[in-house]
């Protein structure tokens, strides 16, 4: 093992017992959900079933979403192991309750203490582990491959940054980076730095790119249409801090009434958000406050979980935040999934900060169904555009659809390289 490895191992199990009181102050700041704070220490909330478990993790929401398909596909195909979905964030955990299919499990992830990461994994006894993007935790790696689990890195992606941190560190990555006996990588730039580091990389797949589009309630969408009336619609989906208001005034400048509908990634920063665009003279109602859209709102702020498909669907236009931040001289984001309003055949306009989703963001600039702009001022032309020639956003929207849909037989690629890892499914019987 190397000195950095055995340094880590070391200093968490001498800080571990620490660990619980650190919770329960993230706990009443509301950072970890306050009923269910054992998880994250290894203590299950919730019995094993009987039969195989196959254990998929993701740290937060986008990196859980994108499991969805692949669970989806393990219950139809191998009904005889139970997915364990884990994740870090409560937001995440939030969506998966409403999204999960039945028979699929979630628990929060362990914190990476020696402890908390045995008495996890002695409860669940997996089959196997599916670790989703860049989740290196050395404890937990270290102490699945000891127990002989076999490892996956399924959609690994690794920033530069990351890379030149754990090049500083070169044999602790190749150490963590050999335990994986299946690494899958996001695009061909991440599998690059992983080869660099040690890693053997087998092939690429991009989870990101499969699933379905969101789902909706067709009596909230009836409800909101006829509030909306004849105005237009954008959305802008998963907003950040600064993003909010650079938005509202790009929409606000242009010369029709229009309904815009923010919904940031972070709900619980609804109240700062309204706030913000009372101060700028706009007049916005909270959906998680029971507050009602009307002729004279002019911006809803979509404050709830789980109901991004009814917004999208409501659009005319949609704008993905998480993609203006350095434009407005704020820390990068790395935006967010442009597939979501794809898959919904929606005009899309995005920010240029991408890094999070190269590959996706350039599969629909080229396929014509997404538009980047540089900085929040350019949507106001950007989205008159659209608004102003209904075809031509119909066509954006169809084109973002057509090559969402092509790229999601991912699923197929990944079931099919998990195979040797997992065990023989049992023989079915003929009912014939």
Not at 86 to 99: D, I, K, N, P, V
Not at 158 to 174: C, E, L, Q, V, Y
Not at 316 to 337: I, R, T, W
Request: hydrophobic letters at 45%; one cysteine or more; glycine letters at 8%.
């Amino acid at each position: 093992m190397s000195l950095a490895l055995g340094l880590y191992r070391a200093v968490t199990r001498l800080l571990e017992p620490l660990v619980p009181r650190l919770l329960d102050a993230r706990a009443r700041q509301g950072k970890e959900d306050a009923a269910r704070v054992g998880e994250r220490l290894g203590q299950p909330s919730l019995p094993r079933p009987a039969g195989e478990v196959i254990w998929l993790h993701g740290v937060s929401v986008g990196e859980s979403l994108s499991l969805l398909p692949l669970v989806e596909r393990l219950r139809r195909d191998r009904p005889d192991l139970t997915p364990l979905v884990t994740s870090g964030t409560r937001t995440s955990a939030a969506l998966l309750a409403r999204r999960l299919p039945p028979g699929a499990l979630h628990q929060y992830a362990p914190v990476d203490g020696p402890r908390a990461v045995a008495a996890f994994l002695d409860h669940w006894q997996p089959v196997a582990g599916v670790l989703v993007e860049s989740e290196l935790w050395p404890n937990l790696v270290l102490e699945a491959e000891a127990l002989d689990l076999p490892l996956a890195l399924i959609s690994a992606r690794i920033t530069p940054k990351s890379a030149r941190g754990w090049s500083r560190a070169p044999g602790a990555a190749r150490r963590l980076l050999a335990a994986f006996r299946l690494i899958l990588a996001q695009e061909p730039a991440s599998a690059a730095r992983l080869q660099a580091l040690g890693a053997r990389v087998d092939g690429l797949a991009n989870l990101k790119l499969a699933g379905e589009a969101p789902p909706h309630d067709a009596a909230a969408f009836t409800a909101l249409s006829a509030a909306v009336g004849d105005r237009p619609v954008v959305v802008a989906a998963s907003t950040h801090p600064g993003e909010e208001a650079a938005i509202a005034q790009a929409v606000a400048r242009l010369s029709r009434p229009v309904c815009l509908i923010l919904v940031p990634r972070h709900p619980e920063r609804a109240l700062d958000i309204s706030s913000e665009l009372a101060r700028d003279g706009r007049r916005p109602a909270l959906r998680s406050r029971g507050q009602m859209l009307d002729a004279r709102t002019d911006v809803y702020v979509a404050d709830t979980l789980g109901e991004m498909g009814l917004f999208l669907r409501l659009a005319d236009v949609v704008v993905m935040g998480g993609g203006f931040g350095p434009a407005l001289g704020l820390a990068p984001v790395g935006g967010h999934n442009p597939l979501e309003p794809a898959r919904l055949a929606k005009a899309t306009l995005t920010g240029p900060d991408l890094s999070n989703w190269e590959g996706v963001a350039a599969l629909l600039v080229e396929a014509g169904g997404l538009q980047v702009v540089a900085r929040p001022e350019a949507l106001t032309p950007a989205v008159a555009r659209l608004l102003d020639d209904p075809d031509a956003a119909r066509a954006m929207g169809e084109a973002a659809r057509r090559a969402a849909s092509e790229a999601g037989s991912v699923v197929d690629d990944v079931l099919a390289a998990l195979g040797p890892l997992l065990p023989a499914a049992p023989a079915r019987r003929d009912h014939r």
